[in-house]
């Protein structure tokens, strides 16, 4: 069974640049979700994709955009970079049953750095 | 309402004693309550999960231990090993609609030799 996967590990970009990360889910998993992790804080949520469309945001401005492709790999893109979006970017996978969702896995995060 | 308040922040425990982390969540639509440990330059992995209609549930050297009148959860690892050093994260969230997982602000666990 593979895990999640995520790409790039570590990424440097400067304010106001535009980035894209990758995600692949756990085999068998059919949801993603996305989740922002600052130094020395929990998770937060940022959205989730089911079913290739947006099941949910967390408090996050509309520069922060996914996309889920029907192989259930997702990307995160993130305009206008601002040097608050320095962070791990963590996607967690899980499968969906008839609306019931089973445990998230967590891949290793992509660390993102501006400058 | 959606916040879930974790403490300690950081926690010293002997090798095997039991260490404790405590946590405290405002809404109570949440049904789903996971608990994460994450080593240093990796995601959370997912340790141990209730739902609200236990109290208790134990799995090897880890319980959580669930009160929901005082909305509170709380993991208890037993016999603590320095492999438990870690940073561990309480959850909650609703298993219907999306599952927005809201996370406390973690414990660091540190388990001294």
């Known amino acids: 069974e593979t895990g999640v996967t995520q790409s790039p590990t570590h990424l440097i970009k400067t304010r106001g640049q535009q980035v894209t990360l990758r995600c692949s889910s756990q085999s068998g998993h059919n949801t993603v979700s996305w989740y922002q992790q600052a130094l020395g804080q929990g998770p937060q949520f940022i959205f989730q994709y089911y079913r290739e469309e947006e099941n949910g945001r967390g408090n996050f401005p509309p520069r922060f955009s996914g996309l889920q492709f029907p192989n259930y790999s997702s990307e995160l893109n993130v305009n206008a970079l601002e040097l608050d979006d320095s962070a791990l970017y963590l996607c967690?996978?899980?499968?969906?049953?008839?609306?019931?969702?089973?445990?998230?896995?967590f891949g290793d995060g992509t660390r993102l750095s501006i400058l | 309402q959606q916040q879930v308040k974790q403490s300690p922040q950081s926690l010293i425990v002997q090798k095997g004693g039991i260490s404790i982390i405590n946590c405290a969540y405002e809404n109570t639509a949440f049904d789903y309550f996971p608990w994460y440990q994450q080593f240093p330059g990796k995601g959370p992995a997912l340790l141990i999960a209730i739902r609200p209609d236990v109290s208790e549930k134990k799995e090897g050297r880890f319980t959580i231990s669930f009160n929901k009148s005082a909305k509170q959860f709380s993991l208890h690892i037993m016999d603590s090993q320095p492999g438990d050093s870690a940073t561990y994260f309480c959850a909650a969230s609703l298993s219907q609609g999306a599952q927005k997982l809201v996370f406390g602000q973690g414990t660091r666990l540190t388990i001294n030799p």
């Open positions: 967690a996978s899980s499968l969906v049953r008839e609306r019931q969702f089973q445990p998230q896995h």
